[in-house]
T-cell receptor
Framework: SQQGEEDPQALSIQEGENATMNCSYK?????LQWYRQNSGRGLVHLIL?????REKHSGRLRVTLDTSKKSSSLLITASRAADTASYFC????????????FGAGTRLFVKA | EPEVTQTPSHQVTQMGQEVILRCVPI?????FYWYRQILGQKVEFLVS????????KSEIFDDQFSVERPDGSNFTLKIRSTKLEDSAMYFC?????????????FGPGTRLTVL
């Protein structure tokens, strides 16, 4: 798999249900971030989780990080139609400088 | 709430022409970045910039690309001689500290169309 690879590629759920998206990566990271992108628009930052953290919450969002498995998950609880978007994980790599690698994203569709 | 802005929102150019994409990062941020996203594909890192110099660049960021912070507020990406495959959304981002430590805030993007 590539650095920052999400699954599923697409997810369709009913409003009110929970949505879980997963991200796997290959190399050591300093932090992992989740972003949302509405069609054709900019990226909105959701949560940053550092490599020494295991879980973070922000409103209806819960992110976990398992560095031993090199994976992260994003849970959106009680989804709303407005949550319809693409969700990307991004890993920050220390290269001497710094670069961020984005995954291909999960397209979430929440049906009203 | 402060935000990153980008101009223009859409740029159409002929192949071989030079384009300059402009960004105004959040005012107290010190680290600046450019990314691109070809339609339907993932967001790709191009370059990070700190203290008036490039700190990291990707394989995509070849000699056709350059970045500059010409004054205290703007951050620009120049593509010297555009190719058809440069057509993409270009996103600028900024952060207070390095992205290793801190959240990057993205602008709304410039859609570049090369004909």
């Amino acid at each position: 798999s590539q650095q920052g690879e999400e699954d599923p590629q697409a997810l369709s759920i009913q409003e009110g249900e929970n949505a879980t998206m997963n991200c796997s990566y290959k190399t050591s990271i300093n932090n992992l971030q989740w972003y949302r992108q509405n069609s054709g628009r900019g990226l909105v930052h959701l949560i940053l989780i550092r490599s020494n953290e295991r879980e973070k919450h922000s409103g209806r969002l819960r992110v976990t990080l398992d560095t031993s498995k090199k994976s992260s998950s994003l849970l959106i609880t009680a989804s709303r139609a407005a949550d319809t978007a693409s969700y990307f994980c991004a890993t920050a790599l220390n290269t001497g400088g710094f670069k961020t690698i984005f995954g291909a994203g999960t397209r979430l569709f929440v049906k009203a | 709430e402060p935000e990153v802005t980008q101009t223009p929102s859409h740029q159409v150019t002929q192949m071989g022409q030079e384009v300059i994409l402009r960004c105004v990062p959040i005012s107290n941020h010190l680290y600046f970045y450019w990314y691109r996203q070809i339609l339907g594909q993932k967001v790709e890192f191009l370059v990070s910039f700190y203290n008036n110099e490039i700190s990291e660049k990707s394989e995509i960021f070849d000699d056709q690309f350059s970045v500059e912070r010409p004054d205290g507020s703007n951050f620009t990406l120049k593509i010297r001689s555009t190719k058809l495959e440069d057509s993409a959304m270009y996103f600028c981002a900024s952060s207070v500290r390095s992205g290793l430590q801190d959240t990057q805030y993205f602008g709304p993007g410039t859609r570049l169309t090369v004909l």
